[in-house]
Antibody, heavy 121, light 114 residues
C-alpha cells in the first residue's frame, strides 16, 4: 500500500532554514508528480509546491516562491522541501501528497501523516 | 487567481440526517482537456486529509456511498445522504484546473453532530 512518511520538522528561529523529507513506498515513485501542502494551526489547507515525476518542472505558490525549493531523489524514493528565510507564518504541519502520473497532477489521493514546523525565536 | 468559496463554514447535523456543502469558484473549472478538476477531501480531527471525491463526482475506493459529489462549471456540491458519527471533521474542496498550477483549497466546512 502507498506510504508517505514526512520528517525533518522541528522548532527553528526566524530567518533560518530547514529541510523536510518525504519517504515514499508502495507505488512507482518516479512516475508520480508530488506535492507539498501545509496547514497552519487551526487553519485550512494551503498548497505550496509541485514537482513533476522527472524533477524537471517545479511550481510554487506565491507565498513561498523564492524561499522554498522542492526537489526529489527518485533513486531513493524521497521528496524534499528546502525552506529558507523562514517566517513565523510558515509555522504549521507540512504534508506531502501524491499528484498522480500525468498533468495536471491533481490527484492528491495519498497523504503522509505530516511533520510539524514551528518558527519561533 | 481563481478563488474557491465554500459554504457553510460550520454545519451542525443531526445523526441520520442529510448534509450538503457548496463549493463555488470564481472561474469555470472546466479544463481545456474536457475534465473538471474539482476534488473533495475529509479531514477528521487529528488526522491527515483524505480524498473522498475526484473530478467532481468520482468516489474513491473505500468511501461510503452515502457521499456523493455533483456540479459543473463553477458550482459544486458534496452531499452526505445520512450523516454518521464518523463523518465529523472538516471538508475541503480543491480546484486543480487553472494555469499556472495553483491548486486552490476552499476554506473548509466543519461538520459536527448536533
Amino acid at each position: 500500500q502507498v506510504q508517505l512518511v514526512e520528517s525533518g520538522g522541528g522548532v527553528v528561529q526566524p530567518g533560518r532554514s530547514l529541510r523536510l523529507s518525504c519517504a515514499a513506498s508502495g507505488f512507482p515513485f518516479s512516475s508520480y508528480g508530488m506535492h507539498w501542502v501545509r496547514q497552519a494551526p487551526g487553519k485550512g489547507l494551503e498548497w505550496l509546491a509541485l514537482i513533476w515525476n522527472d524533477g524537471n518542472n517545479k511550481y510554487y505558490s506565491d507565498s513561498v516562491k523564492g524561499r522554498f525549493t522542492i526537489s526529489r531523489e527518485n533513486s531513493e524514493n524521497t521528496l524534499y522541501l528546502h525552506m529558507t528565510s523562514l517566517k513565523a507564518e510558515d509555522t504549521g504541519v507540512y504534508y506531502c501528497s501524491t499528484g498522480g502520473t500525468s498533468w495536471p497532477y491533481t490527484s492528491f489521493d495519498s497523504w503522509g501523516q505530516g511533520t510539524r514546523v514551528t518558527v519561533s525565536s | 487567481d481563481v478563488v474557491v468559496t465554500q459554504s457553510p463554514l460550520s454545519l451542525p447535523v443531526t445523526l441520520g440526517q442529510p448534509a450538503s456543502i457548496s463549493c463555488r469558484s470564481s472561474q469555470t473549472l472546466l479544463n481545456t482537456d474536457g475534465n473538471t478538476y474539482l476534488n473533495w477531501f475529509q479531514q477528521r480531527p487529528g488526522q491527515s486529509p483524505r480524498r473522498l471525491i475526484y473530478k467532481v463526482s468520482n468516489r474513491d475506493s473505500g468511501v461510503p456511498d452515502r457521499f456523493s459529489g455533483s456540479g459543473s462549471g463553477s458550482d459544486f456540491t458534496l452531499k452526505i445522504s445520512r450523516v454518521e458519527a464518523e463523518d465529523v471533521g472538516v471538508y475541503y474542496c480543491m480546484q486543480g484546473t487553472h494555469w499556472p498550477p495553483m491548486y486552490t483549497f476552499g476554506q473548509g466546512t466543519k461538520l459536527e453532530i448536533k
